[in-house]
Structure formats: C-alpha cells, structure tokens
C-alpha cells in the first residue's frame, strides 16, 4: 500500500514525498482511514510505529479547508521533548500547506508564547498540559473553535500525573467534533478514560505489549558497589554507537552523568528538573552525535526519538514490565539491531525472573571477561551477605540453562477491533 490511496491532497502529498516516506507503517494503514473518516480513534501501539503522522496527515487535511489564524487542532503531549517532535513533524508534513503550529510548555517565558497565541498565526497547538492551563487560567487562549483534540501518550501522561489536569482541559474543547487517543498500554485508569470521552470509538492495536522482536536482551549481575564501575567497562564494550543509560532517580541520573563526563566520556543527562534550554541541548546533543551517552529517567526519556541508538543499558531495573518495555524500545529502530543490557545486583534478580515471565523474552546472563567482579566494598560500604552471594551464583547458573534451552520467541500480531 503506498501515501497515494489515503487520498490526501497535493500540498500534503508532497510533504509526505519530501519527508521521504514512501510506505505506511501498519499503525498508519489501518488508523488513518478511520481518523480521515472522522471517527473517534484509540491508537495502542509502542512508541517508533509511526503514530504521530496518524494524527498529523489527516489534521493537515482537513485544515486545509476552512478558516485560518484560529487555534483547529489542539495535541496535548506529556514532555517537552515529544511537544517539539509533533511540532516538527506538523512543520516538515504541511510544509507546502500553508498551516502553522506552535507549542506551549512550561520550563520556558510564558511571555513570548501569549505573543505567539495572540498573533493568531497558527490553526494547531501542541501543548504540556500544566502550562496550557495556565493560559486558560489567564485568559490568553481560546479553545472554542478546537475541532480535533489528539491525547499523545495518555498512558504516560497517566503516570505523571497530569489526567486531573486533562479532564479540566477538557471543559475547554467542549465542543470538539473528533478525539483521538494513543497509548503503549491499556490500564484501567485509561480504559475508563476513553469511555468518557471518546463517542463510539474504534480500537485499533498494533502488536503485542512486547520487546521489539530485533533487539537482544542480556543481563549483567554484580555486586551493588560495582555497579558504576561495570557500566563504565560496558560503555566501552559498545563501540561508537549512541548509549541510553537509564537510572531510577533524578539525582542519580544527574550524578552518573557528570561522573561519566570527568572520565572522559562524551556523556551528558536529562531530568525532568532542568530547565527547558539545558534539557533541549543535551537531547540535540545526543542527537546529533555531540554527546554519544545520555543518562536519564523514565520521565525525561518519554519524548526522545533518535533512531541511531545502539544499547539502552539500565543501570538501575525499571520498577515493571511495561517500563522495561519503552525503555528498550529505544533501540533496535526501524528495523536495525539493538542491545539491551540490564545491571543487576542480587535483589533484582526476582525482578528478571518477573519480566522473563511476563514478556515471554529471553534474558541471557553475561560476564565481562577482564571485569574484576571480586573487589571488595569501600570501607564503611555495605557489604552482601554469603547468601545473597549464593542467590547470585544460582540465579546466574539459571539464566544461563535458559540461554542455552533456545526458547522460541512469539512474533508480533496485528489487529484492529
């Protein structure tokens, strides 16, 4: 199937055309029917399918006709990050459409965007939802005349928090003809939510809450204390390809990140706490090869899309199958091979029998060959027990016989409802 048969116009076709897109993804060629239709849609698909221009194109199209320099289409996305990608791709799809779009987000002036919004020099918005509310609150934006609302990454913004805020955004957009939702994962919290404010919508889900199918998956056990120490000999086990190291806190992202970069690494971080110009550098950095690690959380990491990443190394294991999930998703991009490495220490290790479980993946254990894995603790540091060292050596000896059973992994599925 080719862009063609969507039927698009000639302004958006040849925005398609420079962009380089020749074939839909799956996502694309079973939703964007339904969405140019103008039915409500629920999207389930991992972040990489292509969903963002399910919702692009056939906004752009039906902007087109109608009345301009009035706010049409309103996205709300949980980071700034993922703000800036919808906003470049509605500027690189509609570049020959004439439609303008602007984002809203908090970390920044509040001042130059009333300006922007003010103007009236733009049909769509992409917008955070914090500071959204806070130009409804000072009376600087009218949603009245909204006719599509998009919720990207609804689960996330679940996560974060934000559906108070959501639900009173939405009192705003009362009057909007179409919503559309997207998600990576379905929980309860987001089932409810599509019920009340999608009107006989259509489900469409692509795959399988799963790992993607080109990515390997390899576990490093050791103990806590060794942790930075084996992330460092790993890095340069990686070659020159761009690393996504994952930590469970803020401030140890932080910290990682300037240690790695006093040792002579090309490495920066990303938190949810920094500004907006420093979250933006080292994101453009990291993306354009500046920096080849970026250390960073769940969170901070939800809007990055950089196709070039080789190994997502999770320095500290996520807390649940699903963010194991998105963050491995980050590699292993349009079809080329990735590495997910996983340090744990002995307490994680239930956890990987979990994911193992749950994913139906195969977590294979590793050692570095020249790693010395039998340096004691700092004084004063907290020693491990014979048992957990014990606990250690089976779980290792466990992973390893099912390295070697060659379980069979499921393939993907695709199916709309």
Known sequence: MSFELFGFSSQIEQGIEAQGFTRPTPIQEQAIPLVLEGRDVMGLAQTGTGKTAVFVLPILQRLLYGPRRRIRALVISPTREL??????????????????????????????????????????????????????????????????????????????????????????????????????????????????????????????????????????????????????????ETGEGLVLVFTRTRDRASRLGQQLKREGFNAASMQGNMVQSR????????????????????????????????????????????????????????SKKGEAFSIVTPEDFPMVRTFERVLDVELVTRELEDFKYDVPPPPGGKRHSKGQRTHQSHSKRQHKQRGRSGRSKQGSTTTAT
């Open 279 to 334: 979250r933006q550098a080292a994101l453009e950095g990291f993306r354009d090869g500046t920096y080849r690690v970026l250390v960073a959380t769940d969170v901070a990491a939800r809007g990055i899309d950089v196709e070039d990443i080789s190994h997502v190394i999770n320095y500290d294991m996520p807390d649940n199958a699903d963010d194991y999930i998105h963050r491995v998703g980050r590699t292993g991009r349009v």
């Open 83 to 236: 703000a800036e990608q919808t906003h470049e791709a509605v500027t690189q799809l509609g570049a020959y459409t004439g439609l303008k779009s602007i984002t809203i987000y908090g970390g920044v002036n509040i001042n130059p965007q009333k300006s922007m919004i003010r103007s009236g020099k733009a049909e769509i918005m992409v917008a955070c939802p914090g500071r959204l509310l806070d130009h409804l609150g000072q009376g600087t934006l009218n949603l009245s005349q909204v006719e599509v609302l998009v919720l990207d990454e609804a689960d996330r913004m679940l996560d974060m928090g934000f559906m108070p805020d959501i639900k009173r955004i939405l009192k705003y957009v009362s009057s909007r003809q179409q919503t559309l939702m997207f998600s990576a994962t379905m929980p309860e919290a987001i089932r409810k939510l599509t019920g009340e404010i999608l009107t006989e919508p259509v489900t469409v889900r692509i795959g399988r809450e799963a790992p993607p199918q080109n990515v390997s998956h390899l576990v490093f056990p050791v103990q806590r204390h060794l942790k930075t120490s084996l992330l460092k000999a790993l890095l340069r």
